[in-house]
């Protein structure tokens, strides 16, 4: 199966500053990345999908990027509400596998 | 606008099984297919299964092959997964999500999850 590593683990910021988050693949998935966030006692929320399309009602300050192995989410400006957990996820191989998470934290 | 209600918290004695469900409304139930995931305290989510809910058609990870049922019934629009020879690992969320148009495999509407506890 493929396997996801997400880095860092913790992200500490401000809000206002800028995220950048890691996803890394044990192969290429091509473009078939997708990006949750989740809070605590919440379901995933589907924030990116296919690398860099952004789901239905996910603000603009949420871009992805990315292809084969190497993967990147951007938070352009951190807002309160984005002090979460995010996990990739891909979906080119079954089974469907999520990478371990990196949680950004309020600093 | 699209709801996954799913059913209560259950508690479990090794060796049960466990039937969750999930009923789904706002949108056309056929035209989308479920998928189902859990999450274990602290870890990442976890995909199980998924359901074509317009034909039936399912596919199962392997870690749970044999162990796992995911069932529709179209005039409910809900779906079920069921997990039987349960566990203590088993102790998670567990949770519906439907997929993406064209059943790509991308879960866009998660239900509220259901916490399975497996203890003696």
């Known amino acids: 199966e493929i396997v996801l590593a997400q880095s860092p683990a913790t992200l500490s910021l401000s809000p206002g500053e800028r995220a950048t988050l890691s996803c890394r693949a044990s192969?290429?998935?091509?473009?078939?990345l997708a990006w949750y966030q989740q809070k605590p006692g919440q379901a995933p929320r589907l924030l990116i999908y296919?690398?860099?399309k952004r789901a239905t009602g996910i603000p603009a300050r949420f871009s992805g990027s990315g292809s084969g192995t190497d993967f990147t989410l951007t938070i352009s400006s951190l807002e309160p509400e984005d002090f979460a957990v995010y996990y990739c996820?891909?979906?080119?191989?079954?089974?469907?596998?999520f990478g371990g998470g990196t949680k950004v934290e309020i600093k | 606008q699209v709801q996954l209600v799913q059913s209560g918290a259950e508690v479990k004695k090794p060796g049960a099984s466990v039937k969750v469900s999930c009923k789904a409304s706002?949108?056309?139930?056929?035209?989308?297919?479920m998928l189902w995931v859990r999450q274990a305290p602290g870890q990442r989510p976890e995909w199980m299964g998924w359901?074509?809910?317009?034909?039936?058609?399912?596919k199962y990870s392997q870690k749970f092959q044999g162990r796992v049922t995911i069932t529709r019934d179209t005039s409910a629009s809900t779906a079920y997964m069921e997990l039987g020879s349960l566990r203590s690992e088993d102790t998670a969320v567990y949770y519906c999500?439907?997929?993406?148009?064209?059943?790509?495999?991308?879960?866009?509407?998660w239900g509220q999850g259901t916490l399975v506890t497996v203890s003696s």
């Open positions: 999500a439907r997929d993406s148009r064209g059943g790509i495999a991308v879960p866009e509407y």
């Open positions: 706002g949108y056309t139930f056929i035209s989308y297919a």
């Open positions: 359901i074509n809910i317009g034909n039936g058609n399912t």
């Open positions: 192969q290429s998935v091509n473009s078939y």
């Open positions: 296919d690398a860099s």
């Open positions: 996820q891909q979906r080119s191989n079954w089974p469907l596998t």
